[in-house]
């Protein structure tokens, strides 16, 4: 088989007319790429060759290229691609998979770790602390010890009182969701989207230690949300592209499992039914649609199920007489939002549309809504007649990724957008009360958590680790 360089070295040959020994034609196009591999091993071979100071005759490339394409090195290096290839995914499968749990009870042997407060400033803070990782959600109460997840997957706990550091405990994924206290334990999943496999965990606040969990197929990155019903609990728990499960919290046994396309917010109870709402991600576009489900809570059957406009990544809200469920696409760039609101029996009762995703969890005042978008806008919104109350822009400019909630703490308004302005807001019309930065400097400490309300001040936590008590 002639190399593209000797065709060169052949038609070179001739005069500038017509060649006598030859005659044109068109080569067929499929022998192109084995032409250019040839001129590729040609000029690799010869590149080596010279570093050695060896000169290849003619014949080499080609005899190389011809060896190369015997049926044994093709099947050899077919099975020589695929174990790479395989190799690469196995990697990704245990990398975005869950940590076992010997090797989490091997790490947690000791799970002392000391670290006193910074000093503060006593007139505007309780204390302040930062701990070594990022944190993405609020942290919660329980004894006197505050206990607060990290994007490194260690769980912290803080004396509530003073701010120190008393433990760290590892989990090895990205603590996600806020802990939820349910009869003397902590509950609480892990993971992103990325994650499989990932569980949820029953942890004892007292001894430090994880007690029980429950895997799923997905990724357990919202809060669970547990209630009694008729005396029996229920933890529901949404798990991603694997649907929604119903767990014992007492024994983490499966209850019963639906499946409704891919659910990343929490669910709602209502009159013992949940109210659960799926999104698409980027990897399912034109491929799925967002629905609103009302399920039945002891059985897990579906009494309802109504297409949404968009997708739906956060809990639904209930008012006096309807659900409303928050509207926005996150996993592909878009400049609209809203929510819509079903009555009990599934019909769509009213809606509102703004030019931004919603996120976060809204805030119900009889049937006023107060709602935080993508961008770092408050609105209120009646969700009976329609009107749009009051809005509130944190910043000119558009933020993006504006994950945290706002929230209430029975005096007023409390929004922190992403870039960690905190607002304080009359709950009336939306006017700005106050407002003071989270950090100082040209790049300001991101905010994704929301703001945990207790008695003597609220707490923010940034994804550079700084947890700020404030005094009310």
């Known amino acids: 088989m002639f190399s593209l360089m000797e065709i060169l070295e052949v038609l070179n040959s001739c005069n500038n007319n017509f060649c006598s020994d030859y005659s044109y034609s068109i080569v067929p196009t499929v022998l192109l790429p084995l032409a250019f591999l040839s001129t590729g091993i040609t000029v690799v071979a010869t590149f080596i060759a010279g570093l050695f100071g060896v000169k290849l005759k003619a014949e080499g490339p080609k005899k190389l290229l011809e060896v190369l394409l015997k049926p044994k090195v093709l099947i050899s290096a077919m099975i020589f691609n695929l174990l790479i290839y395989g190799g690469m995914e196995a990697y990704q499968y245990i990398k975005h998979g869950p940590v076992p749990l010997f090797i989490q009870d091997t790490f947690n042997s000791d799970i002392t770790y000391k670290k006193d407060p910074i000093n503060v400033d006593p007139e505007n803070f309780i204390w302040q602390q930062v701990v070594p990782e990022g944190i993405f959600a609020s942290g919660t109460v329980v004894d006197g010890e505050l206990f607060v997840g990290s994007k490194e997957g260690n769980l912290f706990v803080l004396d509530i009182e003073t701010g120190a550091i008393k433990n760290k405990i590892f989990f090895g994924k990205f603590l996600s969701p806020t802990p939820v206290y349910f009869k003397g334990f902590l509950y609480f999943g892990e993971g992103l989207h990325a994650s499989h496999h990932m569980r949820v965990y029953k942890f004892d606040p007292k001894t430090k230690k994880v007690v029980g969990s429950f895997k799923t197929k997905g990724h357990t990155e919202i809060l669970p949300v547990i209630h009694t019903i008729e005396g029996k609990d229920y933890l529901f728990q949404t798990a991603g592209g694997d649907g929604l499960y119903a ?153 993006g990724y504006n994950y945290s909630s706002m929230k209430y703490d029975g005096e007023k308004l409390i929004f922190i957008d992403r870039l960690g302005k905190i607002s304080y807001l009359d709950i009336n019309d939306g006017s700005l009360i106050k407002s003071r930065l989270f950090s100082e400097g040209e790049k300001p400490e991101n905010i994704f958590a929301d703001t945990l309300i207790l008695d003597k001040g609220h707490i923010v936590f940034g994804m550079k680790g700084s947890i700020k008590y404030f005094k009310n």
């Open 247 to 399: 767990i014992d919290p007492e024994t983490m046994k499966e209850i019963w499992h639906f499946e409704g396309g891919h659910m990343d917010a929490f669910v709602l109870l209502k009159d013992n039914a949940v109210y659960v709402a799926s999104g698409v991600p980027e990897e399912d576009l034109g491929k799925a649609r967002p629905f609103a489900y009302k399920i039945d809570a002891k059985s897990g059957k579906q009494i309802w199920r109504e297409e949404l406009p968009l997708s739906s990544w956060y809990g639904p809200v209930a008012t006096s007489e309807n659900i409303c469920f928050i509207q926005g696409e996150l996993h592909v760039k878009s400049e609209l939002g809203g929510l819509v609101c079903f009555n009990s029996l599934g019909g769509r009762i009213s809606s509102v549309e703004i030019d931004s995703p919603v996120i976060g969890k809204p805030l119900v005042f009889d049937d006023i809504v107060v709602f935080n978008d993508f961008d770092g806008r408050v609105y209120a919104w009646n969700s009976v007649t329609s009107e749009l109350k009051w809005k509130y822009e944190s910043r000119k400019k558009k933020l």
